[in-house]
């Protein structure tokens, strides 16, 4: 009897978070670095776009989908809570979607393409003592639902919003929609900041990715050989994008820094102690280091995430504070406003003070990384 071989193809798409251009040089920015980097790839089958394409000027949607409609595969793109019209002459008037509807068109959509059924959904809604909040409204539940039980069970399912669902309001009858989804991904950004997690609810636990954003810190920070901003993240992250790829009901995920390949950083601290920051990690994840005979044996075993701050945004702030009040005045865009909080995907190993030669010669460590959905190996320099 003949073997039966089945082809499983790849449905690729590129989540990305965030462009949120301010003004004509933001947008400038974002054509010459994440929208050229886009438009460049010839792998994408889609490109998720999820939200805040702009920060509050709507009259810039039309040149960012101008961009977007360059690319060489389809988009689509969920509002974000900057991509509703101001009213600043209008006093009361509520923020909406007026400009998004007349360039965009739809709100809420839900389509499958490669196996996989994809549900997009605008999770910011208004919110009169404050301007807005997180959350469904009653008739966009019952139309999720609707979409949930007509869709198997084990089908891989994503739903992509805004604001990540553990912002949201009233999230128990959301939850009790989603359980029993067997392969359900969320997807969010929002944040500024990576985080991907096993979120745990009464009887199931969903897969969740934040998935920082392509704008960075909003643009800001020290400038590229381009002119473009390094814009680091809170959690050390740079400015980035993600890679999933859709096979059968699995899927694999990739960090993609914008104009660069890094994966992670590994810092050599003054105590001894290696710190791994690895971008696109989850607090699931498992990482293992080695560096010929430097390290000692029980520094090369597998290590899961630790909780402490990103030493790129310690770097980063000592050099703010170092700045005189002057010197921040007349490059204020070069300052990012980073706080002192831990990032959710850092490895710490001990005792590694042997690495101290290495580092000075400027020599690489070899870095194994792993989780369920996501695995890397790379030669990474020595901070």
């Not at 590129?14 to 460049?40: C, M, W």
């Not at 776009?49 to 988009?75: E, F, H, Q, Y």
Request: charged share 30%; with cysteine.
């Amino acid at each position: 009897m003949k073997s039966l071989f089945i082809l499983l193809t790849i449905f690729r798409v590129a989540f990305v978070g965030d462009p949120q251009v301010d003004n004509a040089t933001e947008l400038g920015y974002a054509r010459k670095s994440i929208y050229k980097e886009l438009r460049e790839r010839k792998d994408l089958d889609l490109v998720i776009v999820l939200g805040d394409l702009v920060n509050d000027d709507t009259s810039l949607l039309n040149a960012s989908t101008a961009s977007l409609d360059s690319l060489s595969c389809p988009w689509l793109a969920i509002p974000g809570n900057h991509d509703r019209n101001v009213y600043r002459a209008e006093k009361g008037r509520g923020r909406d979607l007026v400009d998004w509807k007349e360039h965009i068109g739809y709100i809420d959509t839900s389509f499958v393409a490669g196996g996989v059924r994809f549900i997009l959904m605008n999770d910011v809604r208004s919110k009169e003592s404050r301007d807005y909040e997180a959350g469904f409204s009653e008739s966009q539940k019952s139309w999720l639902q609707q979409i949930l039980a007509r869709t198997p069970a084990e089908q891989s399912t994503v739903i992509a919003t805004h604001i990540p669902l553990t912002e949201m309001h009233a999230q128990d009858s959301l939850i009790e929609l989603l359980a029993g989804r067997q392969r359900l991904l969320l997807v969010s950004a929002h944040t500024h900041q990576v985080r991907r997690e096993t979120l745990s609810f009464k009887g199931f636990e969903v897969e969740s990715l934040v998935a920082g954003t392509s704008c960075g810190s909003w643009w800001r920070g020290i400038k590229d050989n381009e002119g473009v901003p390094d814009a680091l993240m809170n959690c050390g992250s740079p400015r980035c994008y993600f890679i999933a790829d859709f096979k059968g009901n699995d899927y694999e995920l990739s960090f993609k820094q914008v104009g660069d390949n890094a994966q992670a950083s590994a810092t050599l601290m003054e105590d001894g102690r290696l710190i791994v920051n690895v971008f696109g990690g989850s607090k699931d994840g498992r990482l293992s280091i080695k560096a010929g005979r430097r390290l000692p044996k029980k520094a090369r075993e597998s290590y899961v995430s630790s909780a402490e701050m990103a030493p790129e945004v310690a770097d980063r702030i000592e050099f703010n504070n170092a700045m005189s009040r002057e010197y921040r005045r007349e490059h204020k865009e070069e300052f990012i406003p980073l706080l002192k909080r831990n990032s959710p995907h850092v490895w710490v190993i001990p005792d590694c003070e042997s690495l101290r030669k290495k580092k000075e010669k400027g020599q690489k460590i070899s870095v194994r990384y792993s989780d369920a959905h996501m695995s890397f190996k790379a030669r990474i320099k020595l901070r």
